[in-house]
């Protein structure tokens, strides 16, 4: 339309428009004669001003859903350019300033967005009317004036006789296009690659880091010569296995075959600049790959063609604004280097037809944790226009959507960013270079911006560094419960509060003065009249242990008012006065002090390996389920266990095969430093869970919510216990020539997710053996992809099966005197069967894992320390030994050879680890931790702990770690276990104690109603309870079960209790029918006259429930019976 009137300006008459109406009626007559000509419409994105660049000390809005491509990366490359261009550099700024006041004046308040040919709103047209003569921009024209564009479909952004403007939102295109034709390409180049060399910089590195992770303008040094070879337009990434080195694309191939030379040959050196401008020499391990990025720096203009179209065959294209989208939306920089890797890898990468640029490919590729295509089908993807500014548009308005864009030059870099989910604040971010964290809070048209620098480490010790996160919790509760009062009394629009160290404050306190409050140090910078910074250095030893020792709310108040304090608000009384109301409620948060006995390194963390990891192993799957022409379908759970036995051993062939490729003894303790970490964060979840508790003074949603989260950690490292012990036995039995591969984290998750489907493989087999039904769900899909899903009725389970674990807590009543006794018979045995007494296996198991004693071994050279774990001759640890014990050194040598892994034999006849036979297996991480090379020592002290309580607490629930070759040991556990059996039912008698209650325990019905002439045969009722005052009888089957250690021995109870065809459960069926049947004659020849209901329980000493059969009693614990029951 617009086209059409400029093409008619001189020709045609003028029509007076004065209101909105007279603008529809205009617009009504023409909408048929330009339907036509519009055709169809094209789809891309619509933007009002959501995605804003920064460029001369603000953020301005601009458009970028216009129907180009990368206009958004073209903006770094074009303030690059004319940064040495004064003229230039104004009208740019006068480009952005016009495309700000068009966005913020225009679109104002909420505009449909249809890509129908319509006509604008009323509130739009009232916008255009009120703001008409700023629009006109006479510098914009003159500069536009003789411009032609490549793109025919282009028109002038304004009339060229009275300069009326035209809202063409392509102009930043246009100004980078007519610069293009203006400026030498030397120039042009060079300012692109600055761009993209600055923009890693700002977002990956601002600060000098210990570790190389780029460098930049490469140059290559000739050790003999000293010859320098110069490559100025260049730059690496590198991590622990990977280089990546970005070259301009018609860099000679000459150069090329040099600079990999470079490399690998030790006649050169490579070297570059760092972050800090710092000239860097840089070595590689021969183990490293190398890719040779080159990157299509020609033409950066967005109004060239995008479409690509790859085949295997074709080197891997990439130009300069793909490079800067890449650059701007990766996580941490090792993903770009990860992302070059995968599209380097035609065995990994996919055919790709791409309309919208390598941008949009690698977000694709993020946002489908780095699989794509997870089958084995040969697929092409197809990437239609405009993907990469529709997420560009999302990215401003959902994702930043509460960016402190006012905050100044602090948040000038926004894809210095990672934005985190579900967190109290508006908006959490983490720096992807790791150098602090920022929560904005947002209220009143004000922003509150907490950030915590990486600064503060400086002024911690062990003690503050483990009390960080509840500190972080204490602060982040205080600004979401506070930000309405602290902004509506806050007289300017931003306020940060920056955490930094004694150092920092130091360096910016020459002109400004220190003030000091209760908890804290600070400084108040006035930075401009929009915003106020508090630099504040805690006073970590009070906050710390006040932290420990305060009960009441009153503590996180005037810690929060504390950092407030000073701070440019209307009235700090009131402000005080407010937030200090809650002093006497109960605490949002707490800590408390937990003795660790063990050695270890307490800030290590697991997490469950990344998604991309599981994709990667599910993609290999597919492979292996399409060459075995598995069938695809959605199979019965009767066909499940053929299905799995058929690919299972297909699969872990294949994770050996992965495991070939790494040193044995170095995947060893990167696995057991895992597995210990795992261990460490098992134990302390349950104590977290046990000091729940007992709190009294904790506000109860956040107890629930610490509790919940407790929980589900817990379980969560309980899981991947199992999957590691699996994965360490592998690695352990796994034949290998030589290697030296570089073990990445990468890696790990990876062997990780294959063991944990393999077990997921032999749970789920085990279940479907043991006649569990309703649980398992497997699918083959079309791309032979294997979908397992967890059933509706499986999460119910094991949901249940969750609350009552941690609420109830499994029969826990002793009998010391007992005890004493049977442990001695146990002693007994088990040094009959070992030669090893009790005392000498747990003298030498503490030794081995006291955190003192490993503390003071560390000091001599020969003891090695890595995180967790420990390496060391025998003989330091035998003369530990002699020197902290009474007992003999031949007690340590038997010990030491009782808990050393007898590699040889971990697996069975056929070459597989048993996994299913935990009672039957000596040879086994969890029982035999201590690996035994040349006369050194390797093991992990957490893990040598967890033997010990295997054993001793182990036994005291009747479990030992292993059956085989403890016959007699186990015989007199099971004696134990017999004391138990009656005791639990004693127990259960003495609940009822009060006079409203007829107890009978072990009764026969027969002689418990003589008169009733009852079947002999019925067997005896465990316990029988009477209850006059509610008339009901309670009727008692109690069974005392050992603990499960595995999903094996859970279903193996409920095979033995309750589905097998003696199960317990179906005998107890028996006696509750006759009894229900005869209850009247029962009751009236007891001397009752009244009508009695009958209650059966099937009560256990742990929590259990009958999963796949019904049954009429019901299934119950011991202390869910204890507390539902008389509560």
């Not at 950690?713 to 352990?732: A, D, F, G, H, P």
């Not at 009543?813 to 009790?838: G, H, P």
């Not at 006696?1071 to 001397?1087: A, S």
Request: charged share 30%; with cysteine.
């Amino acid at each position: 339309m617009n086209k059409s009137f400029i093409e008619i300006e001189d020709k045609c008459g003028i029509i007076e428009i004065l209101t909105y109406e007279d603008f529809k009626k205009m617009f009504q007559g023409l909408i048929p004669h330009l339907k036509g000509f519009y055709g169809y419409p094209e789809e891309f994105a619509s933007d009002t001003g959501e995605v804003k660049f920064y460029s001369e000390g603000s953020f301005k809005k601009i458009f970028i859903g216009n129907g180009s491509e990368d206009i958004y990366e073209a903006c770094f490359f074009i303030e690059s350019i004319v940064q040495d261009d004064e003229y230039l550099k104004s009208m740019w700024q006068e480009i952005l300033s016009y495309e700000d006041f068009i966005l913020s004046k225009l679109y104002v308040g909420e505009f449909s967005h249809s890509s129908e040919f319509e006509c604008p709103p009323k509130e739009y047209f009232e916008n255009v009317f009120e703001s008409y003569e700023s629009l006109m921009n006479p510098k914009l024209k003159l500069f536009f004036q003789d411009f032609k564009s490549s793109n025919l479909e282009l028109y002038n952004f304004f009339t060229k006789k009275n300069g009326y403007p035209i809202f063409l939102p392509v102009i930043k295109e246009s100004f980078l296009e007519k610069i293009e034709q203006l400026l030498k390409a030397e120039h042009l180049k060079d300012s692109a690659w600055s761009a993209i060399i600055n923009q890693v910089r700002d977002n990956f590195l601002p600060i000098p880091s210990r570790e190389i992770q780029a460098i930049f303008s490469i140059i290559l040094i000739e050790k003999e010569t000293n010859l320098e070879t110069v490559i100025k337009n260049s730059f690496m990434i590198c991590d622990v296995s990977d280089v990546v080195i970005f070259v301009p694309d018609d860099l000679n191939e000459e150069l090329l075959e040099l600079l990999k030379l470079g490399i690998r040959d030790e006649s050169y050196t490579l070297a570059g600049f760092s972050a800090n401008g710092d000239l860097m020499e840089v070595s590689f391990e021969s183990e490293m790959s190398l890719i040779i990025q080159k990157v299509e720096d020609v033409d950066i203009s967005p109004n060239v063609s995008k479409m690509m179209m790859f085949a295997e065959t074709d080197e891997v294209y990439i130009d300069m604004r793909g490079l800067m989208g890449i650059i701007n939306f990766a996580s941490h920089i090792n993903e770009i280097a990860e992302f070059i890797k995968f599209s380097n890898d035609k065995a990994r990468s996919e055919k790709i037809m791409n309309a919208s640029g390598i941008t949009s490919y690698f977000q694709i590729w993020q946002d489908m944790n780095k699989v794509i295509i997870e089958g084995s089908l040969d697929a092409m993807i197809v990437v239609p226009p405009y993907q990469s500014v529709d997420k560009t548009i999302e990215f401003f308005s959902h994702d930043m959507k509460y960016y402190p864009y006012d905050a100044g030059i602090g948040f000038s870099k926004i894809h210095h960013w990672n934005f985190v989910t579900e967190t109290k604040s508006d908006l959490s971010l983490n720096a992807k270079d790791g150098t602090g964290s920022a929560d904005i809070f947002m209220a009143k048209d004000k922003s509150l911006v907490y950030q915590e620098l990486y600064f503060i480490i400086e002024d911690m010790d062990d003690k503050t560094v483990e009390t960080i996160t509840s500190f972080h919790e204490i602060i982040i509760n205080e600004l979401d419960e506070n930000k309405e009062l602290i902004l509506s009394l806050y007289r300017k629009n931003v306020l940060e509060i920056k955490l930094v160290s004694e150092r920092v404050l130091k360096k910016n306190a020459t002109k400004l003065p220190n003030i000091e409050s209760k908890y804290c140090k600070k400084l108040i910078i006035n930075s401009d009249d929009n915003s106020q910074i508090l630099l504040v250095k805690p006073n970590w030893e009070k906050i710390v242990n006040d932290n420990i020792t305060s009960k009441e709310k009153s503590f996180e108040n005037e810690l929060i008012f504390s950092f407030l304090e000073g701070g440019n608000f209307s009235d700090e009384k009131i402000l005080e006065k407010e937030i200090k109301k809650s002093n006497n409620e109960q605490r949002t948060s707490s800590i408390s002090q937990i003795e660790i006995p063990y050695y270890i390194e307490p800030h290590l963390n697991f997490d469950s390996p990344k998604a991309s990891a599981f994709k990667n192993v599910r993609k290999v799957m597919s492979k292996i389920i399409e060459k075995m022409e598995l069938e695809t379908k959605e199979y019965e759970e009767s066909e499940i266990l053929g299905v799995i036995r058929r690919f299972r051993n297909e699969i872990r062939n294949d994770l050996i095969k992965k495991i070939e490729f790494f040193d044995k003894i170095d995947l060893h303790k990167e696995l057991l430093n895992i597995y210990s970490t795992i261990l460490f964060q098992i134990n302390i979840h349950q104590e977290r869970i046990k000091e729940f508790q007992m709190v009294d003074y904790l506000r109860e949603d956040s107890l629930n919510e610490f509790r919940t989260q407790a929980i589900k950690l817990r379980e969560e490292s309980k899981t991947y216990r199992q999957v590691l012990e699996y994965l360490i036995e592998e690695n352990l039995i796994c034949d290998r020539i030589k290697t030296n591969r570089i073990i990445t984290n990468q890696d790990l998750d990876e062997l990780i997710a294959y063991s944990k489907w393999i077990l997921d493989f032999q749970t789920m087999s085990d279940s479907v053996s043991y006649g569990a039904s309703g649980w398992n769900k497997l699918e083959i899909r079309e791309d032979h992809v294997l979908e397992i899903e967890e059933t509706d009725k499986y999460m119910k389970d094991a949901e249940l099966f969750k609350k009552l674990r941690y609420v109830y807590g499994d029969y826990s009543y002793r009998d010391n005197e007992i005890d004493k006794e049977m442990l001695e018979l146990v002693d007994n045995a088990f040094q009959f069967e070992t030669q090893i007494s009790f005392k000498s296996l747990s003298t030498t198991l503490t030794l081995l894992y006291s955190n003192g004693y490993i503390t003071d071994i560390t000091q001599q050279e020969e003891v090695q320390v890595t995180n967790s774990i420990v390496e060391t001759p025998i003989n330091i640890i035998a003369n530990l030994f002699v020197l902290e014990t009474e007992l003999p050194i031949e007690e340590f040598f038997k010990v030491l050879a009782f808990i050393t892994i007898n590699v040889n034999q971990i697996s069975d006849s056929s070459g597989a680890i048993p996994v299913w036979e935990k009672k039957k297996r000596k040879n086994k991480l969890s029982a035999q931790p201590v690996l035994l090379i040349d006369n050194n020592l390797i093991f992990s002290p957490i893990s040598l702990y967890e033997l010990k309580k295997s054993w001793f607490q182990g036994m005291m629930s009747f479990i030992l770690p292993y059956n085989i070759g403890l016959e007699k040991t186990t015989k007199a556990v099971d004696k134990w276990k017999e004391h138990y059996e009656h005791k639990i039912v004693m127990d259960l008698a003495a609940l009822f104690e009060e006079p409203i209650y007829d107890v009978y325990p072990d009764k026969e019905l027969y002689k418990l109603d003589p008169k009733g002439n009852h079947p002999h045969d019925l067997g005896d009722y465990d316990l029988i309870v009477i209850n006059k005052e509610k008339k009901e009888i309670l009727l008692f089957e109690v069974k005392y079960m050992r603990l499960s250690q595995t999903m094996k021995d859970s279903l193996g109870d409920q095979g033995k209790y309750f589905l097998n065809k003696k199960a317990k459960a179906k005998k107890f069926v028996r006696r509750v029918h006759y009894f229900q049947e005869h209850v009247n004659q029962i009751m009236n020849n007891l001397g009752f006259e009244e009508d009695f209901v009958v209650k059966k329980y099937f009560l256990s000493n742990k929590n259990i429930r009958s999963f796949f059969k019904e049954y009429p009693f019901e299934v119950i614990g011991f202390n869910e019976f204890e507390q539902t029951y008389f509560n």
